[in-house]
């Protein structure tokens, strides 16, 4: 079968290679002997009608649709538009969307099937039952309609053997992401524009009530070796020259993250790293910064979300605020940036306490702080909560993290946007943050424009970065 794994285009400007399909079209490699395409929309900054263009050249029997909850609305749209083009061809739907959604997201016929949580089993088992007209209802993860109505099949167990999925480089074609004109990072940062992403593990134990679990609560991770031959290739093939690790928990195993950096530093590639998706602060030591520091790292992001003790067993991630600060000035000590994670609007939350979490990072040494609003999330502990909060969350469109969409805290809408922008302006004008940024930040357009964005976002109530 011709299989088509496409992501839509969409407001999201950050544009690295979708790993996601890379694992699927992977995976697809080793246990079937399909035609796999993958086309990025957000790359080719393409719109559905372009889309469908693409599409009816390659003529897939099956397009797989990825999205995150911001891309919910482009991913309908695609949808809709290969249906009316192309009303033959089965649509199936993956993604942090599909998982936080649920089976609803079938109450839009332009979805044959959808997928929840981690795709490739699943997958696999769907394409394989269509092919030989076996029952759907067996596959756990899928979601399909029964009687015309929309039903998850069951939870799949997340995959246990994770150094059997391997990325389809090639597919993803890594040269296409290297322009300079395009941010290929999460990172707001890089020194190169030759830097491509890696996953090392999945899922976190962690309960924060905000976050999704496209990945479960178990931590899985792949061994050392699995992770240094997949950097090598990288190295010995596309010449990369930089990394940033996207990990929900990196630091959760402490021997295999040092083993990891260690083998890094110990190759002698002098790549460059960053950990932007949010490391856990209160499980740093001084050999693992000492480690870090070693395999070439500039930049780690913590998510400290509310600097609060009473919110932190609210909302379950429980960090120890004191051995964050330590760790915040450790990294900085190493000449490491250290860049923290914030949000402001928890539910019922004051003007004292969003105050209490603004100081801290102005105390801090952290040199970058991202201050989010809260986000209700379709899916997540936060959400499925509360009933009305549930349905209010399936109307809502959600459109980045500076938007305010839903005010769930003690303060009015606008002194909530208000507490936001004054939060950058008093964080990045002091004289601590612009010497030390001048010190340790890249020295290239990538920076200037991120100084630009700080501009905004203390000025303005939505800014897209």
């Not at 649709?65 to 609305?73: G, R």
């Not at 949010?278 to 400290?304: H, S």
């Amino acid at each position: 079968m011709k299989i088509c794994l496409v992501r839509p285009d969409s407001i999201i400007v950050a544009c690295p290679p979708p790993l996601g399909l890379g694992y699927l079209a992977g995976y697809l490699g080793k246990k079937r002997k399909d035609e796999v395409e993958i086309i990025d929309g957000r790359r080719l900054r393409i719109n559905a009608a372009e889309m469908v263009s693409r599409l009816k050249i390659s003529k897939p029997g099956l397009v797989g649709i990825t999205a995150l909850s911001f891309e919910a609305k482009e991913a309908h749209e695609l949808a809709a538009a290969i249906k009316k083009e192309m009303p033959g061809v089965l649509i199936v739907l993956g993604g942090p969307y599909a998982t936080s959604v649920g089976e609803a997201v079938l109450e839009d016929g332009s979805f044959d099937y959808a997928v929840a949580g981690e795709g490739e089993e699943t997958f696999i088992e769907l394409l394989n039952a269509l092919e030989s007209s076996q029952p759907l209802e067996r596959i756990p993860g899928l979601m399909l309609r029964v009687d015309n109505q929309p039903r998850l099949v069951g939870v799949r167990p997340p995959k246990q053997e994770i150094d059997e999925l391997e990325i389809s480089w090639p597919l993803l074609d890594p040269e296409k992401y290297f322009g300079s004109r395009i941010r290929n990072s999460e990172n707001t940062l890089k020194h190169s524009s030759r830097l491509l992403p890696v996953f090392t593990s999945r899922g976190c134990p962690y309960n924060c009530y905000f976050c999704h679990n496209l990945f479960g609560k178990k931590f899985r991770a792949r061994s050392a070796d699995h992770v240094l031959a997949e950097i090598d290739f990288l190295v010995r093939e596309y010449g990369v020259e930089e990394l940033e690790i996207v990990d929900d928990s990196f630091n959760l195993d402490a021997r295999r993250g040092k083993e990891i950096l260690k083998k890094i530093a110990g190759r002698g590639y002098k790549l460059w790293l960053s950990f932007p998706n949010g490391i856990r602060a209160d499980l740093m030591d001084e050999e693992f910064l000492d480690l870090m520091k070693a395999a070439g790292t500039y930049r780690v992001d913590y998510a400290i979300e509310s600097a609060n003790p009473e919110r932190q067993i609210e909302m379950k991630k429980r960090l120890d605020l004191g051995r964050v600060k330590w760790t915040i000035e450790q990294t900085y000590k190493r000449g490491i940036m250290a860049a923290g994670y914030f949000i402001l609007g928890f539910p019922h939350e004051t003007e004292a306490e969003m105050k209490t979490t603004i100081d801290f990072a102005l105390d801090s040494k952290l040199q970058i702080a991202s201050f989010f609003h809260l986000n209700p999330f379709p899916g997540t502990a936060l959400v499925e909560s509360d009933e009305q909060l549930r349905a209010l969350s399936r109307r809502i469109s959600l459109a980045d993290y500076s938007t305010l969409t839903m005010n769930l805290s003690a303060v009015s809408d606008q002194q909530l946007k208000n507490f936001r922008k004054s939060a950058y302006r008093r964080f990045y004008f002091s004289p601590f943050r612009i010497w030390s940024n001048l010190l340790l930040a890249p020295k290239n357009f990538r920076t200037v424009r991120s100084v630009f964005d700080v501009v905004m976002l203390s000025t303005k109530d939505s800014v897209n970065y």
